[in-house]
């Protein structure tokens, strides 16, 4: 599987943005998708994630209610909507996938094995 995410720019606070990330070669159900997000100077961190076939979204804590992940199949992309955008928000976003292993909930970086390239989100005070 190859990803590739886009759909980055600069936004005011409070505004609202969407993320995408267009997913070639095979896919599975069962396969974890997810975003994380690298501001300069920190660690990537987890952002959200869901499982291909669907199921219950997670989200790390400071963007629960804000932003929502969701895929859409049939046009092989995974998108991530971002709404009230706060300063802290800025950072290179990059969507992930682990296409190994059995199911579950996994939020650490290394348990992903596909990274597409990132977009950077600007978000302006």
């Known amino acids: 599987v190859q990803l590739q995410a886009s759909g980055g720019g600069l936004v005011q606070a409070g505004g609202s943005l969407r993320l995408s990330c267009s997913v070639s070669?095979?896919?599975?159900?069962?396969?974890?998708m997810g975003w994380f997000r690298q501001a300069p100077g920190k660690e990537r961190e987890f952002v959200a994630a869901i499982k291909w076939g669907g199921g219950r979204p997670n989200y790390v804590d400071s963007v629960k209610g804000r932003f929502t992940i969701s895929r859409d199949n049939t046009e092989n992309t995974m998108y991530l909507q971002m709404n009230s955008l706060r300063p802290e928000d800025t950072a290179v976003y990059y969507c992930?996938?682990?296409?190994?292993?059995?199911?579950?909930?996994?939020?650490?970086?290394?348990?992903?094995?596909?990274w597409g390239q990132g977009t950077q989100l600007t978000v302006s005070s």
């Open positions: 070669g095979r896919t599975e159900s069962n396969y974890y």
């Open positions: 992930a996938a682990r296409t190994w292993g059995l199911s579950g909930v996994f939020t650490r970086r290394n348990a992903f094995d596909t």
